[in-house]
Nanobody, 121 residues
Framework: QVQLVESGGGSVPAGGSVTLVCVIS????????MGWYRQGTGNEREFVAA???????MYADAVKGRFTISRDNDKKTISLQMNNLKPDDTGVYYC???????????????WGRGTQVTASS
């Protein structure tokens, strides 16, 4: 069974940095685009950043220039380096991946359970 597990969340003062990591476990045939989403209290889940299999990164306007996404295809992991954090960045960060498994044999979205990031002013 495929699982996505996030780690690295925490509480920092505004202006601080946090690195999130997401690891995929279980058998996969293809891991396509992977990304991060976040959800603040009372808000809908929103896109933060994504990275394709050949490492092309995409970012929400709100985080461009501050966040950097990267991936290691051999280890089936992605990371999100978050610098100059602002209170508006506070929320639960979820890892997402588009995966084909030997069981499904088709592309499906998978989600992690999330990790809390808090930037306090």
């Amino acid at each position: 069974q495929v699982q996505l597990v996030e780690s690295g969340g925490g509480s920092v003062p505004a202006g601080g940095s946090v690195t999130l990591v997401c690891v995929i476990s279980g058998r996969t045939i293809t891991v396509d685009t992977m990304g991060w989403y976040r959800q603040g209290t009372g808000n809908e889940r929103e896109f933060v950043a994504a990275i394709t299999r050949d490492s092309n990164g995409m970012y929400a306007d709100a985080v461009k220039g501050r966040f950097t996404i990267s991936r290691d295809n051999d280890k089936k992991t992605i990371s999100l380096q978050m610098n100059n954090l602002k209170p508006d960045d506070t929320g639960v960060y979820y890892c997402n991946a588009q995966i084909v498994t030997p069981i499904t044999l088709r592309m499906q979205d998978y989600w992690g359970r999330g990790t809390q990031v808090t930037a306090s002013s």
